[in-house]
């Protein structure tokens, strides 16, 4: 009985270890370097370091970071930070949508990663935006 004990112990930590492996480190600040919006047919991307180069200036770009259980996201430099609250669903967060964002036309909005962007997913009436963010340099 002891060895069987044992063995459950052994395996409950190499399956913990898997799992801590595999969920996705959304702590920390983020900086939005890239914009996509999409509508219809029609995308537009723009990716902020390359079209601003030396003039593209971390501090006055908008931002994501994660603190205290919530999400604090500011669009550019000139904004009020605001503050939002998600729920994990599977891989990625599923923000809690103020009641003005949906008087905005706003349906839903995610947060995931693809390859080692988080891409912060906004589904519009209209299209899409979905904005890139890095770790800072």
């Not at 969920?23 to 991307?45: H, L, P």
């Amino acid at each position: 009985m002891k060895r069987f004990a044992v063995f459950v112990v052994a395996v409950l930590a190499v399956v913990m270890m898997f799992c801590t492996a595999e969920a996705e480190d959304f702590s920390g600040k983020w900086i939005n370097y890239m914009m996509v919006a999409a509508e219809g047919d029609e995308k537009m991307v723009v990716n902020f370091e390359e079209v601003l180069g030396d003039d593209f200036v971390e501090e006055q770009a908008g931002y994501i970071e994660f603190r205290d259980g919530k999400v604090y996201m500011l669009m550019t430099g000139d904004d009020e930070e605001e503050e939002l609250t998600y729920i994990a669903d599977g891989d990625k967060l599923v923000v809690d949508l103020p009641d003005e964002a949906k008087e905005e036309g706003i349906s839903s909005i995610e947060l995931y990663f693809e390859s080692n962007d988080l891409i912060l997913a906004v589904n519009l009436d209209v299209g899409s935006l979905n904005n890139h963010y890095r770790r800072p340099k």
